[in-house]
């Protein structure tokens, strides 16, 4: 059996297996382990996923999605060409490919995985991966929260370090995490969550766009879609670039209309436009740190997450905590490996045997409940407080109101605020209680919140009817028959991997074919015939060596020809050496 771990991320996803006693990153079509979490469809209806998508939202927005993770759970849908897509369905054309780069590393079919979600994600966001899971053709051995999955790997590749609490803070492209988790031998007990599911790296990117837009008298509003993708990517690159111990400033360039607007972007400026972000963080902090019992003693502040490579974030953090963080090693990726040992716990590997760890639950879970007949708006009576530990099972009895009464509803909520309208309705269930006096007859609810964080609602009444449900948003709950049809929709459309044919490069090099002489087009019918090949076979890595050889020689041949017009008539007059090599096979 094959389980793999995968960090399905707003701008990355990776996934990871355990093998031969270590967690192992699952390298891409592209040679690498990021996958960019954005989905493309093509001119012919085909999909493309990953960077080759990521690249065409600066020349095609309209046909691109990236950042849907923050949508998961919610109604949101965009339009691709001319199809609608909901997140979870983008995010399975994600996984799908993933699942085929694990199936061809692996050599065998991978059916399950366990799959980090925020820890701050709901109920709904949960059911929602879950569903993309399925729709790509995995089934959820388990919901991990993406701290939790770090944690274990932290711990698991630092066996020295000392026994202790850390803070964990994942500060990806959309989303922050911070948990405070307890190390002892081989238990990870996560103490306390918090976190905030629109926050990340994407903010700080929008909020240079903004500044940019504002300095250049520029409105962001009237900026083409092309425009705006360029400025976020401009905006993106600049702030990475500040990452690097040896860069100071980055200069930020977009031309729009007949004109070249400029930014140059220096720390002290990145610092200033962070700071609303960085309130925010700090806001998070503060709550986590507010459950004093977790938080008392905490040893080591550990920063996870692509954003938290920017060296403003560490000095914000050493400011608020009087203590410089640490920077895990491979930020981006300690989640996937994490997602990873925790497939390799579900696979019983026996090196993994003695790891146990506890997860909590990130929100209080209650039912809608009124004191008196007098209360205008009901409260949240609470049956499991957040940071409960998973599993957990809690129950309470709530009597009728009034008079004759026949039936009690209940309205289940997931949130912190008093009164549930602040909060997110999960569900309802309503059960017969016998006619009474007010407050003789009842029902019992029994709320239990598995390791995945999800609820399981029972009620039963004094009159002996009993309801049991599993909270599912009905949005996202499907039927059987509703899942075929969708997961029939999603594998109808083909998934072109990123070897993706360079429609331009392969008119040119045609255009060009029919202007040389005899030696140089049997080269360039034998790069053409390179790049075809290995299109055929699928092999992205061989495409891509095959379309540089291809690139070079339209140059070479196109700054010949420009350099010699007779040739361009007769293809004669040129010496055809052969300086550029064909790519080699592995
Ligand atoms: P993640 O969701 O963990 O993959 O993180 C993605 C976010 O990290 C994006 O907002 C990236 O722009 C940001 N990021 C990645 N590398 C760097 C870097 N070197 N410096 C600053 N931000 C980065």
Redesign the pocket.
Request: aromatic share 4%; hydrophobic share 25%.
């Given at each position: 059996m094959n389980i793999i771990g995968i960090d399905l991320?707003?701008?990355?996803t990776l996934a990871c297996v355990f093998r031969n006693g270590e967690a192992v990153l699952i390298p891409n079509g592209e040679g690498g382990y990021?996958t960019k979490s954005a989905v493309s469809v093509m001119e012919d209806g085909t999909i493309i996923t990953g960077r080759a998508a990521k690249e065409r939202l600066l020349t095609h927005p309209d046909r691109t999605a990236a950042s849907y993770k923050v949508f998961m759970g919610t109604e949101w849908d965009t339009c691709l060409g001319q199809q609608y897509f909901k997140p979870e369905e983008l995010s399975a054309f994600v996984l799908r490919q993933i699942k085929q780069d694990a199936e061809k590393f692996l050599q065998e079919p991978v059916e399950e995985a366990v799959i980090s979600v925020p820890a701050y994600f709901n109920d709904n966001q949960r059911c929602a991966t879950k569903l993309a899971a399925q729709l790509a053709g995995l089934k959820v051995s388990r919901l991990i929260n993406e701290p939790s999955a770090a944690a274990v790997y932290y711990r698991w590749s630092n066996p020295d370090a000392e026994d202790g609490k850390l803070m964990i803070v994942?500060?990806?492209?959309?989303?922050l995490d911070v948990s405070i988790v307890e190390c002892f031998d081989n238990i990870i007990e996560i103490l306390c969550i918090a976190g905030d599911n629109h926050l990340?790296?994407?903010d700080?990117?929008a909020a240079i766009a903004k500044h940019f837009c504002e300095v250049n008298h520029l409105s962001q509003t009237a900026l083409t879609p092309e425009e705006k993708a360029a400025l976020m990517r401009q905006a993106?690159n600049a702030?990475?670039a500040?990452?690097?111990p040896e860069t100071d400033s980055s200069l930020i360039k977009l031309p729009a209309g007949e004109k070249e607007y400029m930014l140059n972007l220096d720390r002290e400026l990145l610092a200033k436009l962070c700071e609303p972000v960085f309130k925010r963080v700090e806001k998070v902090l503060r709550r986590a740190l507010e459950n004093k019992k977790a938080a008392r003693g905490i040893r080591r502040v550990v920063l996870?997450?692509?954003?938290s490579?920017?060296p403003v974030f560490h000095d914000f953090l050493e400011k608020l905590m009087s203590a410089r963080p640490v920077i895990a090693a491979d930020?981006?990726k300690i989640?996937a490996l994490g997602a990873g040992v925790c497939a390799g716990i579900k696979e019983r590997r026996e090196e993994l045997q003695d790891i146990v760890m506890t997860d909590v639950c990130p929100f209080s879970l209650g039912v809608a409940t009124y004191n008196s007949q007098i209360d205008r708006e009901p409260h949240m009576a609470v049956l499991i407080p957040r940071s409960s530990m998973l599993p957990v099972s809690h129950s309470s009895r709530f009597y009728t109101l009034h008079d004759g009464q026949e039936h009690l509803r209940f309205e289940f909520y997931q949130g912190e605020d008093y009164f549930v309208s602040g909060n997110l309705k999960l569900g309802e269930l309503k059960v017969r209680v016998p006619r009474g006096i007010a407050g003789s007859q009842w029902a019992e609810v029994v709320f239990t919140y598995d390791i995945n964080g999800i609820l399981h609602v029972g009620v039963e009444s004094s009159g002996g009817d009993k309801r049991e449900t599993v909270i599912l948003n009905p949005n996202l709950h499907l039927t059987d028959e509703e899942m075929k049809e969708a997961m029939e929709r999603i594998n109808s459309i083909r998934l072109t991997t990123e070897a993706h044919r360079d429609e331009q490069l392969f008119a040119q090099a045609l255009s060009l074919y029919e202007r040389l002489g005899d030696e140089r087009r049997a080269a360039l019918s034998r790069g053409l015939e390179l790049y075809c090949g290995a299109q055929d076979a699928q092999d992205i890595i061989a495409v891509r060596r095959a379309e540089e050889y291809l690139k070079e020689l339209v140059e070479r041949f196109r700054e010949e020809l420009s350099q010699d017009p007779f040739a361009q008539l007769y293809g004669l007059g040129m010496d055809w050496d052969e300086d550029t090599e064909e790519p080699e096979d592995e």
């Open positions: 991320g707003t701008s990355n990021l994942d500060f990806g492209g959309g989303t990340g790296g994407d700080i990117d993106e702030k990475t500040l990452s690097e996870v997450g692509g954003s490579r920017m930020p981006d989640v």
